[in-house]
């Protein structure tokens, strides 16, 4: 055993500990070996570790240090806006009245709940410049695929069963083409110009009376904007197509531009993105969607829809594709993206774009004399490096992010967009200060210059991670899924 943080709860087993204190039970025990099939129920008991409530704590205390969170470090991480999550957020979802319903309450005792999710739909409809907004998305994909069913379920009221392909630019997110998929629909790669930017010419080639829709984001995953976009919307719609917007990016245009007014019919927001919801294990997440009016009969039903003063789940909606999800979608997270929505207000939501445009750049242009930038023009909330000339040195991408973590930071996004070589993608987000960015760069420059004289030290990292440098091909091949005792 090493110190207390190495220590493992199950090699500090002592017989006779117990780490808590149960009351007695004041319902009827039930009479498991009746209810579950035989085979089911375990001969003996579980083999758990016997620990005390103080050892207990310690060792899930111990276990949290090794995680790496916002509110512990920086979170540069390309294309999923890790932003600061606010405790004013935390604070409104706790209260009573949201925390402490239940989902098939009946629909008169809960309308403040019910109202603050239709004044979210308003709000996001104004936001994005659609029509009618769902927030039954349980996050990002979830919302994508919603949003392909939508527009499946368009095209076929229209009778017009040939349009099974979706365009996806090169640099796309993953989930787009595996969203499209499970929809039902086949893929096709649109490429990039030189600048980074859809080629109009190569979307000409490909669009056509079997396209259902293009997948767009923008800017771009290249943290691009996409300045032909108008003319990108109208070649889509002259070719019958609908124009689909990934959220994910909405962080670099809040309340600068609406991807309604940029020909989109459908775009779908990760509200734990965006809008400060927690991401991952701190989540779930959301993905409300947005379309435009000819896809509202569409729309997963029920929506949340106000009827005088009173408001009421609308399931009247006889084209609707039917629920995505249960009850009102992840609403403790809607909650917090409205309570940041109201308390940040116009001209704070504007602000985020500001700031966040301003810091990439400002990181950008300080890397670009040490790595090399694969485009030059601004970015907007993220923007690319490539490590080619690193691994002219010997020192691949992958080394540089791992030597990032001997300095308590989590690396950026690497190799994606595949579109670039030993890509490094950054996103800063509006919530970190200058000072956290100058500390960020001045390491990446420092292991720049390792790279140059002492590539083994980079080559090797990390130095000071609990868990040093992992073979990855077993790792991939041959996990450990499970405890092992020493």
Known sequence: MHNQDQALIFESSTPGRIGYSLPEMDVQELDLASLLPEGYLREEEAELPEVSELDIMRHYTALSKRNHGLDSGFYPLGSCTMKYNPKINENVARYNGFAHVHP?????????????????????????GMDE????????????????????????????????????????????????????????????????????????????????????????????????????????????????YDGANLNAVLSKARPGDMGFDVVHLNLHKTFTGPHGGGGPGSGPVGVKADLIPFLPKPIISKRGEEFVLDYDRPQSIGRVKPFYGNFGINVRAYTYIRSMGPDGLKAVTEYAVLNANYMMRRLAEHYDLPFEKHCKHEFVLSGKR???LGVRTLDIAKRLLDFGYHPPTIYFPLNVEECIMIEPTETESKETLDSFVDIMIQI?????????????????????????????????LKFQKK
């Open 390 to 392: 690193q691994k002219k």
């Open 104 to 128: 098939l309450q009946d629909e008169s005792s809960v309308q403040g709940a019910l109202g603050l999710l239709y004044d979210l739909q308003e709000h996001l409809i104004e936001i994005t």
């Open 448 to 480: 720049a210059k390792e790279a140059e004289e002492n590539p083994e030290v980079v080559q090797e990292a990390p130095h000071t991670t609990v868990v040093g440098r992992l073979d990855e091909t077993m790792a991939a091949r041959k996990p450990i």
């Open 133 to 244: 907004v769902t927030l039954q998305s349980a996050a990002g994909a979830h919302g994508e695929w919603t949003g392909l069913m939508l527009i499946r379920a368009y095209h076929e009221a229209n009778g017009d069963m040939k349009r099974t392909k979706v365009i996806v630019p090169d640099s796309a997110h993953g989930t787009n083409p595996a969203s499209a998929t499970i929809a039902g629909f086949d893929t096709i790669t649109v490429k990039s110009t030189d600048q980074g930017l859809v080629d109009l010419e190569d979307l000409r080639r490909v669009v056509g009376e079997d396209t259902a829709a293009l997948m767009l984001t923008n800017p771009n995953t290249l943290g691009l904007f996409e300045e032909e976009i108008l003319e990108i919307a109208e070649i889509v719609h002259q070719a019958g197509g609908k124009v689909y």
